[in-house]
């Protein structure tokens, strides 16, 4: 008796189909990487110095009327645009690389930041806030009385 082994023939269908999963899980992976990278835009590095907060952040391309920078109780935001250039019309464009538009992003500063002092500078493309750090409170005696409420 004879064995034989079996082998499948070509599947035109199932790799069809097997290419079709490929490019769909490219697709996921490059806009899965594209929103993660728009998403953090713009990335910033905060710091604690002995006296003050520091937050450095690059914005090329971007200027200081193009930002706002505002703080609400203990929480500092920061809104921008980023333009394209002017005098370029969009169908100019043969490839389009750098992300452009509106963003914004919001950290809870720290207990002690004296957000009262802040101050911001963009310089050579990059932002640069300043929050000193409040006074540490010193602690107050308090008399104790006699006597009625």
């Known amino acids: 008796m004879n064995i034989w082994t079996w082998r499948p023939g070509w599947d035109p269908l199932g790799e069809l ?34 006296s003050e907060y520091m937050l450095i952040a690059p914005m090329p391309g971007i200027r200081p009327e193009d930002l706002d920078v505002s703080v609400v109780g203990g929480t500092l935001t920061i809104k921008g645009e980023r333009r394209r250039a002017a005098g370029v019309p969009e ?23 004296d957000n009262d002092r802040l101050s911001a500078t963009l310089d050579n493309g990059v932002l640069y806030l300043r929050v000193p750090k409040a006074p540490e409170g010193q602690p107050r005696q308090v008399q104790v009385k006699t006597g009625s409420n």
């Open 91 to 113: 169908e100019a464009y043969r490839r389009m690389e750098r992300w452009q538009g509106k963003w914004s992003r919001t950290l809870q500063m720290p207990e002690n930041a």
């Open 17 to 50: 189909q097997r290419q079709v999963d490929r490019l769909f899980d490219f697709t996921q992976d490059v806009s899965r990487q594209f929103y993660q990278t728009w998403r953090q835009f713009p990335a910033f590095n905060l710091y604690e110095a002995p």
